[in-house]
């Protein structure tokens, strides 16, 4: 290549003017560096007050930073070794050493094993940011580098640097340099020195793009002057021979550089110029022997920050492949930070970038550094000490694994993924902007260089592992732009500026997602923006020209592109795309202007977009967000909404416009005709600030049905109420439907509104009409809402002249109307009263009123000329009094007429005032529907403090005198009062009770706790003379129910009661409570004298009259017989329970013996099933010869043949057939399940163990250390080894159950076993041994075995035993049937044999049959052969 330069530079300049077009667009370094490399750091300093103030927590300050050495001296705390996982990556032995590992996830998996472990959807960003990015081909440099590798054997590339200028390396050691032009300026090197020095692996162009330096993959470096070409340095023995160059880097000053290998060590280049002579001085950084360091990145600053504090520290940052290292060179070297990873995938590539950013106003570096899926950012302050801090910022959580992180600008960073997905990222805001797929880039990999191939691949498995995914070299970024290397190309992303961004959009017909954007960006809300400068309303302005251009292109679109035919809805739907978005945007924007008159005039040339647009501005008009329409536009929009028969919509929008300019007879006409009242009357006021013509248009239409008695329709009904609230603002001030009236127009309207109420007649009246139509009309409507209106107007009303001759006047108007006239009701009048009434009781009253007609109300109230509305009328009188009227009546004439009226709420009222309570109580037990509240009232009043003794006393009194009404009324509640509050009086109240039922009633509600009263029994003290007068009492009214209730009874004397049943003759309840005084054998005769009576019923009856219930009554008095011996017979001894049973057992036989075999007895069938039942029960109790000689002896049967009882022999002997297979049967299994488990438990007793190492756990010494000592070795299950006598020296035994016992030092030094309550669970767990394993040093037995087993009568095991017989039980499925059987054998009695109690060790036993798990396996009975 040297040899013809011409050749090549005539090639390369050819390609460059073929490609000038894509140049001009694509790719003016040069220009583009002063526009986009610092103007986002002038936009920060601008807008300041936008930033988003990150969460930050200082990492804490140590007095003495570590120094350099000290850290390279640490050992990485990796938990574990680091283990390859897949051998076959770093089989370098079948790689050829000179090709270079260039591919990309395109045209391989590049080793990449994460691009199958996506966690997520990328998220589609599109419609929200636009296109944030521009990436375009660099045509000019790639056709370059494929011609170089065709022509002059240049290679594959393999790293890039951009500056001003662009150096692209190659696999045969070549540098091809590009200007901003795409242009060939030098190529540097030769296809010789390629072979010698291998591939360029790094590249790296000083700050005044004077100077490159190369790094070659057999470990070379050379140094080029760009300007002349000219080769200045070859450096070979900077780092240690044999390794790659994976990174080379200048620093700020052009003196100083640093270089990583890849034997993962960093030296410090120093270059010099002595007498003429170029020189390089290397110093170790970072020793690849104490962590290998894959990734180095210098602090650059720009030139306007060439003065920031912070340069003076010439900052490093390293990443290992355990931690972050921020080191500072100048002035000395010094370690300022060190950040560890954690826990990382070990495939995962580490990551570095430094940036300037504005934090709280202030600019300083922060460093992003990554590893994996979370990036973290290190923000870098200089104190006025001189001191840097550094501070966590917010980090950033991905969902997918970086091999690449790019600042774009400080705002902006820029992802890729393993997966080769570029995703722009807003770092404040963490938002994702955009993803962009690059696999056409056919991206280059360092992966040889990472594994350097070229020196023979000594590198470890963990560096080589990060190569896979390495792609250092092939990413560089300049003056806001990313370069990517490809195999065959170069490519340039870039930001687009906010107009290319909203084009781009349009371009796609993406309109509405266009509008969006911009309206962000003249909200300042959008994300990436470039473009954008000024301050912020010169910036709205240019956005907002931009935005009405697009609206006028959306608007000619909708229209050009409206289908021509078809079904009317579908061209609805085509507008109702895009109009209500055109009028959001002029609304937001605020130009109305544009809005109602070009953007109108052009969507009117279609009716149908004419009519969607008139309905977009409905909800604007509806929220007071469109005001000042054109009176067109209004006049449209009414006729638009006519047309299509909206007329609810019509009235909400006419009561929200300002209607002054269309035709308001028109408008009134159309209202009225359509029943908008509320537009109507918004009309009449706004427009021509009329406000009693409404009211007279109303009245038409509800007085004359209201007047004539008719009902109203629904119709009227809402006119009437809209009346109502329309008078009510009115008088208030306020408009109608909403809003205020004009300050200077309101005591005006006032005083037209009560002229007009109070005219004697309307106009036009006819003359039958009765004097003041219009409040005569109201008051039959709705009189309380009416007298309420007025109520709230008198509040406002000021005390002046005018006002109070208003209020007299219209109060004279209103009893003159009311009360003169027959035709209101009761509750009318009342409501007059009322009103009047607290009128007249506030305390700056000035209103007068004759007192005698109040006297008439109440003469009207409680004197009807009927019994009719008798509730209505005493609620009215009520609310009179209460409401202050009562100071207008006599008090004395007023509770006689209340209750000649039976008005006992009124009665009430007026007693509570005069504190004579007791005769409230007459009030309520004569009010019908509160009689039941007498029972609360009394409560109260005898509870409640504030009551005076004597108040208290009357109402008991009053109580006492009426307590057969209380106790007739609710027995429970007079109970309940009774016992709260006069328990020592009971017995007053009993004599009080002549009735005998009532008195029953009470004494069942206050002794039986089952009627449900709150009754403390220890308070209650109730005589037993009392609960024996009760029991009596239920004798004689429910005696089916007195066995019941004597079982929940106290405190009753049983002789005594005895005698009271004997007397009514209830056996038995008479044989229950022989039974509970023990009187055993007394309960039983009685017992079995009523069966014997009723088997002789039984007997005497013949065909025509036996019934079914007779027998039904044998059969339920033998079930409570066998029920009372059988509750007895467990305290009985044989001869006592042979006394019960075998009288039973005859008197059931009896009426057998009678009948003949000849005729047999009707029930004896049922009978002999009844015997059978007895001889079931008893032979519980009764041993079975004792029944069969019993029976054998009987002279009827003994005399007989056996086959009279042939029927009873065979049943007693089933059912002993069936208990002594199912007692062999369990014998069975338990035989079985015992052998099965002690074999198991045998075989693991005796396996040995195994320990887990050669040495004592306390000692540390091997086992053998004393082979003059018989000093015995003992190995515990859990597989610790000691020895005796250090165990001895650590005490470590305890004693159990007598014995002395060896514990693991290791498994107990936790608990120090010090709580002997502890021990259960120490021995589940192995850690207490009583039979370890125990070796003298040459492994023989023990002669001295001290550990003897204890002389017992029951099988013991020890806790290894436990232990493995425990491990056996879970292992087993299901509950064992041993564990089963023995606990149903806990339920036996207690000289029952417990063939296995060791098992039940433990602190508490827990019932395997309340296990939610716990199931019973079955299994079928064996088939047996004929």
Not at 991 to 997: C, P, S
Not at 1186 to 1214: F, H, N, T
Not at 1231 to 1251: E, F, I, K, M
């Amino acid at each position: 290549m040297e040899n013809d330069p011409d050749h090549e530079n005539v090639e390369q300049s050819h390609g460059a003017k073929t490609t000038e077009e894509e140049l001009n667009k694509s790719f003016c370094l040069e220009a583009s560096l002063s526009k986009f490399s610092y103007i986002d750091l002038d936009k920060e300093l601008e807008l300041k007050n936008d930033l988003i103030d990150d969460k930050e927590f200082d990492i804490p300050q140590v007095d003495t930073p570590p120094t350099l050495e000290s850290i390279l001296n640490e050992t990485d705390d990796e938990e574990e070794s680091f283990v390859l996982e897949d051998p076959t990556l770093l089989n370098i032995d079948t790689i050829d050493s000179h090709s270079y590992d260039t591919s990309s996830v395109a045209s391989s998996d590049s080793g990449d094993r994460t691009n199958l472990k996506r966690k997520k959807k990328l998220p589609d960003n599109f419609s929200l940011h636009g296109s944030v990015m521009r990436h375009s081909l660099l045509k000019g440099i790639s056709a370059q580098i494929v011609s170089a590798a065709d022509k002059v054997d240049a290679g594959l590339p393999t790293a890039i640097a951009v500056s001003s200028l662009i150096a692209v390396g190659t696999s045969h050691g070549l540098a091809l340099i590009f200007d901003q032009n795409q242009a060939l300026r030098l190529c540097l090197g030769n296809t010789s020195m390629g072979g010698q020095y291998g591939a360029i692996s790094a590249l790296s162009i000083n700050n005044d793009c004077s100077r490159l330096l190369c790094g070659f993959a057999k470990g070379q470096i050379t140094m080029w002057d760009l300007a002349s070409g000219k080769l200045l340095r070859s450096i070979t023995d900077a780092h240690p021979p044999g390794t790659a160059i994976l990174h080379i880097k200048f620093t700020d000053d052009p003196t100083l550089a640093i270089c990583n290998d890849s034997g993962g060590s960093v030296f410090e280049l120093t270059f010099k110029r002595v007498m003429g002579v170029r020189t390089c001085e290397s110093r170790c950084l970072f020793s690849g022997s104490k962590g290998e360091v894959c990734c180095i990145e210098p602090l650059h600053s720009k030139p306007e920050l060439k003065d920031h504090p912070i340069t003076q520290f010439s900052l490093l940052a390293m990443a290992s492949l355990t931690k972050i290292l921020v080191i500072g060179l100048k002035p000395s070297l010094k370690v300022w930070m060190t950040f560890p990873y954690g826990r990382m995938d070990p495939s995962s590539v580490p990551l570095l970038a430094w940036h300037f950013v504005a934090v709280h106003n202030y600019v300083n570096p922060m460093l992003a550094f990554c590893r994996g899926d979370v990036v973290h950012f290190l923000l870098v302050k200089r104190d006025e000490s001189g001191a840097i801090h550094v501070t966590k910022q917010k980090h950033l959580h991905l969902y997918y694994d970086l091999i690449n992180f790019t600042w774009i600008n400080s705002r902006t960073i820029v992802l890729l993924d393993s997966v080769e997905k570029l995703h722009v990222i807003d770092r404040q805001t963490q938002e994702e902007l955009e993803t962009v797929e690059i696999s056409e880039v056919q991206l280059v990999y360092n992966s040889s260089h990472f594994k350097s191939l070229a020196t023979g691949g000594n590198v470890s498995q963990a560096l080589a592992l990060v190569g896979e995914k390495a792609c250092y070299q092939s990413i560089s970024s300049y003056g806001g732009q990313i370069f990517y290397l490809g195999t065959k190309s170069v490519y340039v992303m870039m930001l687009r500026n906010w107009r290319e961004r909203v084009d781009h959009l349009l371009k796609q017909d993406c309109l509405t997602e266009a509008l969006a954007l911009a309206w962000s960006f003249h909200e300042g809300k959008a994300k990436a923006v470039v473009g954008l400068s000024g301050d912020a309303s010169k910036r709205k302005a240019v956005v907002a020209d931009r935005m009405v251009e697009i609206l006028f292109h959306c608007a000619g679109r909708a229209l050009k592109k409206c289908p021509e035919q078809g079904k009317i809805q579908v061209m609805e739907q085509h507008f109702q795309d895009m109009v209500p978005v055109i009028v959001d945007y002029c609304l937001l924007l605020q130009r109305k202007d544009l809005l109602f008159s070009q953007m109108y005039d052009k969507l009117s040339e279609n009716s149908v977009a004419k009519g969607v647009f008139l309905e977009c501005l409905e909800p604007y008009i509806l929220s007071d967000k469109l005001v000042g329409i054109t009176p067109q536009v209004m006049k449209d929009l009414i006729i638009h909404f006519q047309d299509k028969k909206l007329m609810d919509n019509v009235e909400a929008l006419i009561v929200h416009m300002d209607i002054t300019s269309l035709d308001i007879q028109q408008v009134v006409l159309m209202c009225w005709e359509n029943r908008l009242y509320d537009a109507m009357i918004y009309v009449y006021n706004r427009g021509m600030n009329e406000f009693i013509s409404p009211m007279e248009k109303l009245f038409k239409v509800i007085s004359p049905p209201l007047n004539a008695g008719k009902t109203l329709t629904d119709e009227q009904v809402v006119m009437g109420n809209k009346l109502l609230v329309y008078i009510s603002c009115c008088l208030a001030g306020r408009a109608y439907p909403l809003g205020d009236i004009p300050e200077d127009l309101v005591p005006l309207v006032k005083n037209q509104v009560f002229e007009f109420l109070i005219r004697l007649h309307s106009a036009e009246a006819s003359p039958e009409e009765e004097i003041y139509p219009y409040i005569r009309t109201l008051l039959h409507f709705d009189t309380r809402e009416f007298l309420n209106v007025l109520a709230l107007t008198f509040e406002d009303f000021k005390n002046d002249k005018q006002a109070v001759e208003y209020q007299q006047r219209i109060v004279d108007i209103l009893l003159k109307v009311m009360v003169e006239n027959s035709d209101f009701t009761p509750s009318q009048v009342g409501c007059l009263f009322t009103f009047l009434a607290r009128q007249l009781a506030k305390p700056d009253n000035t209103l007068f009123v004759n007192r005698t007609l109040f006297d008439q109300v109440l003469e009207f109230l409680c004197s009807p000329d009927d019994d009719s509305r008798h509730s209505e009328r005493q609620q009215v009188l009520l609310e009179l009094l209460q409401a202050g009227g009562i100071v207008q009546f006599e008090e004395s004439r007023l509770i006689r007429m209340a209750e000649k009226a039976e008005f006992y709420q009124i009665c009430e009222f007026m007693y509570e005032r005069e504190h004579q309570y007791d005769k409230i109580i007459d009030c309520y037990l004569r009010d019908p529907l509160r009689e039941e509240e007498v029972f609360n009232y009394i409560h109260n009043i005898l509870s409640i403090p504030g009551h005076s003794a004597e108040e208290k006393q009357s109402v008991w009194q009053k109580a006492m005198d009426h307590i057969e009404e209380l106790v007739s009324l609710k027995p429970c509640k007079a109970a309940e009062l009774v016992s709260m509050h006069f328990s020592e009086q009971i017995e007053t109240v009993i004599k009080k009770l002549q009735n005998q039922v009532l008195l029953f009633k009470f004494l069942r509600s206050l002794l039986d706790p089952r009627e449900g009263i709150h009754i403390n029994p220890e308070s209650l003290q109730i005589a037993p003379s009392i609960t024996e007068q009760f029991i009596e009492l239920l004798c004689q009214f429910s005696p089916d129910q007195v066995i019941e209730t004597l079982q929940v009874l106290e405190c009753f004397r049983l002789e005594e009661t005895i005698q009271i049943i004997q007397k009514y003759q209830l056996h038995e309840v008479t044989a229950y409570l022989l039974e509970k005084k023990g009187d055993i054998q007394g309960a039983f005769l009685i017992m079995l004298e009523r069966l014997q009576s009723k088997l002789q019923e039984i007997t005497q009856e013949d065909e025509n009259t036996r019934e079914a219930f007779s027998l039904k009554g044998v059969e339920d008095t033998m079930v409570e017989t066998i029920a009372l011996c059988q509750r007895n017979s467990h305290n009985l001894n044989q001869q006592q329970r042979e006394a019960l049973w075998f009288p039973l057992l005859e008197a059931m036989m009896a009426p057998q013996k009678l009948s003949s075999l000849t005729v047999p007895h009707p029930h004896s069938e049922a009978l002999k099933s009844l015997t059978m039942q007895v001889l079931n029960s008893m032979a519980t109790f009764i041993a079975l010869p004792s029944i069969l000689q019993r029976i054998l002896q009987d002279p009827v049967y003994g005399r007989g043949k056996l086959g009279e009882i042939q029927g009873l022999i065979l049943g007693m002997l089933e059912t002993f057939n069936y208990e002594q297979t199912l007692l062999e049967t369990t014998t069975s299994l338990l035989n079985q399940d015992l052998h099965w488990s002690l074999c198991n438990l045998r075989a693991s007793v005796t396996r040995g163990l195994n320990p887990k190492q050669d040495y004592c756990s306390v000692c540390l010494q091997q086992y053998k250390r004393r082979q003059e000592m018989a000093d015995e070795i003992i190995v515990f299950s859990c597989g610790h080894l000691y020895h005796s006598f250090c165990l001895q020296n650590k005490e470590c035994t305890v004693e159990i159950e007598g014995q002395t016992r060896w514990t693991c030092y290791k498994c107990s030094s936790g608990n120090k076993l010090g709580k002997l309550s502890e021990n259960s669970s120490e021995l589940k767990k192995g850690r207490i041994m009583s039979s370890q394993v125990k070796m003298s040093p040459s492994y023989h037995p023990s002669r001295g075995d001290h550990v003897a087993k204890k002389a017992t009568s029951e099988p013991v095991l020890d806790p290894q035993q436990i232990q493995a017989f425990d491990q056996l039980c879970r292992l087993y499925r299901g509950t064992s049937r041993l564990a089963l059987l023995t606990e149903l054998s806990q339920n036996r009695s207690a000289d029952s044999y417990r063939p296995f109690s060791g098992s039940q060790s433990g602190p508490a036993f827990n019932s395997i049959f309340q296990n939610e798990n716990f199931q019973l396996h079955l299994i079928p009975p064996p088939v047996t052969e004929d």
